[in-house]
Structure formats: C-alpha cells, structure tokens
C-alpha cells in the first residue's frame, strides 16, 4: 500500500513538473541586456536618411525602443498596442533589416506612432541589442539603462501590466 | 603562358590559405553557438538570417585579429549563456551538470536498498528434506 502511495507521488511530481514545463516559453530567453546601458548607436532616420539619431539624444527620458520591420507579420499585430503605448511614452522604432520602399508605406498603411524611426539596413545594431526575433521593445531609463525587454509581439496585457508600470515608476 | 599561369598560382597560394584558415576557425566558433532562431541548430548549420549575419560577423572580427575568446564574449554579452552550445559551469547551472550524477547515485542506492530487502536468509535442510535429496540421488 506505501508502495503504491510512492508510485503515485512520483507520478504526480512528475506531472507537476512537466506541466509546469509547459507553460515556459522556450523562445524567451533572459536578456543579459537587462540592468545594463543601452549600446551605443548612431543611425539614420529612416524618413530623413541625411539625419543621425543616437540612443545619447534621450539621456534624461524614459523611453521604448520598438524593433519592427515591414516583413514582420508579428509587427503588425503589435502594432496597435504600441500605438497606444506611444500616447503615453516616447517610442522610437528601430526599423531591422528591411527596405525604405517597403518600410515607409508600411508607416503610412499602418500609422506611425513612433516619435522617429532609425533605419538599420545591415542589422549589425540589432546584435548588439541582442535581437532574434522581431519585434522586440525594450524599456530604458533616463540614465539611458535598458530596464526591461520583452520578446515578440507586445500583447495589450504585457503593454498594461509590465511596461507602462515600469515606465510610470521610472519617471517618478 | 604556361609560367605566368604557374606564376600567378603560386602567389595566389598563402592568400588562399590564409584564407581557409580563417575560414575554418569561422566555421569552429560556429559550431559552439547556438542559433536563437531556430533553437535546436548551431549557427553554422542554420541558415537563417540571423545566423548569416552571426557567421559574418564571427569573420569580421577574427580577420581583424581577435581572439575566439573575444568572439565568444561578443556573443555572451549580447545574447546571455544560452548562445553556448555547451553551458558554462556555474552556481546557476549546477543543477544541469550534477543532475545526471544525482540520479546516478539514487538509483544505485535505491537498488542496493531493493536487493538486501530481497536476500533470501540461508536456510537448512531438515532431517525429512536431507533424506528425500538423498533419495533423488541414488
């Protein structure tokens, strides 16, 4: 009878720990990026390609830096919920190896809430940010330190319950 | 002609062979990183594209003379442990490397627990059982 009480936890525990296995998602892995200051970059404006902008121009403000591109599907379905967001906090957008051609009548389709938007072709500051799978937001602080990165689409619940709290908090 | 051509091979040779060199230390490193987009692939087997960009960069940095350390950092820094195909030992991945020996070490004791409960006790022939075998044996 103690026997068949083991073999019922084991199996239980077992269940327990796969299930709880499930629920993880293996494409979120933890960004070192956390905590630490934002590389440097200094890129074109994808509107204006004779103008730079720097990660430097908003030391001194919280802000959300959105990797998008126009052939990403996921960008889209986010798209509202960073439309949004923009209302309420300054979001560049960080256009990710795509084309002008393609990437500014995506704008005018979808709406451009983005307060600019840099333009990297080669994707080389994508690495440096860590990138794999766009789209990516990251939150940073006025001392320019990425607080917070989320993978994939930005859902309305992750937008509501982590980022604009985070943001409110940091430009208290 | 026939010398030219010789000529021009024989110059073009230790450029060449710098260049494999270089290529093969590309496609070492490769083979230590994981490729995040497609999980379960190294970034030298994967060919998404951000595992071309990965290689190209592996390239850029050790032609302008880094070391595989370096490269490595590169990527750590960027892209966390996960990027290594064989994680580091550490206090957070303790677990990853001793697990197997843990279980190793239950099983042996749980299966030593199982054969001493099991030891039949030696046990003596009766007078009745010592005559039967006898018997047998005639």
């Not at chain 1, 019922?8 to 293996?26: D, E, H, I, R, Y």
């Not at chain 1, 990026?33 to 200094?42: I, R, T």
């Not at chain 2, 030298?44 to 390239?59: F, G, K, T």
């Not at chain 2, 003379?65 to 991945?93: C, H, N, Q, W």
Request: glycine letters at 6%; a positive charge; charged letters at 20%.
């Amino acid at each position: 009878m103690r026997r068949v009480a083991w073999v019922v936890f084991f199996f239980l525990a077992l269940v327990a720990l796969l299930a709880a296995g499930l629920t993880l998602n293996p494409r979120e892995v933890p960004s070192p990026l956390v905590g630490k200051p934002a590389p440097h970059f200094e890129l074109p404006l994808l509107q204006a390609p004779e103008k730079t902008f720097s990660q430097k121009d908003m030391l001194g403000k919280v802000w959300v830096l959105n990797v998008w591109a126009s052939w990403c599907p996921p960008c889209l379905v986010e798209h509202p919920v960073i439309t949004a967001l923009a209302k309420t906090v300054p979001v560049v957008g960080l256009n990710y190896k795509d084309a002008r051609e393609d990437a500014l009548p995506w704008l005018k389709r979808n709406g451009d809430p983005f307060q600019l938007t840099v333009y990297d072709i080669s994707g080389r500051i994508g690495i440096d940010y860590g990138v794999y799978g766009v789209p990516e937001t990251y939150v940073i602080d006025r001392k320019g330190v990425i607080r917070y990165k989320h993978i994939g689409p930005l859902t309305p619940e992750a937008s509501q319950k982590k980022v604009q709290p985070l943001v409110q908090e940091l430009s208290r | 002609m026939r010398k030219l051509l010789l000529l021009v091979a024989f110059l073009s040779t230790p450029v060449f062979s710098e260049d494999a060199n270089l290529e093969k230390r590309v496609t070492g490193l490769a083979h230590e990183l994981r490729c995040l987009v497609c999980q379960n692939q190294t970034i030298a087997d994967s060919n998404a594209p951000l595992a071309v960009d990965l290689r190209n960069q592996i390239r850029e940095q050790l032609a302008a003379g880094k070391s595989e350390g370096d490269v490595i950092d590169f990527m750590v820094a960027r892209y966390g442990d996960f990027v290594l195909y064989r994680p580091p030992l550490k206090a957070s991945t303790v677990l990853l490397w001793a697990g197997p020996f843990l279980f190793l070490l239950f099983g042996i004791w749980f299966l030593i627990r199982r054969v001493r409960k099991q030891a039949i006790p030696e046990r003596q022939l009766s007078e009745a059982e010592r005559a039967r075998a006898a018997k047998l044996l005639e």
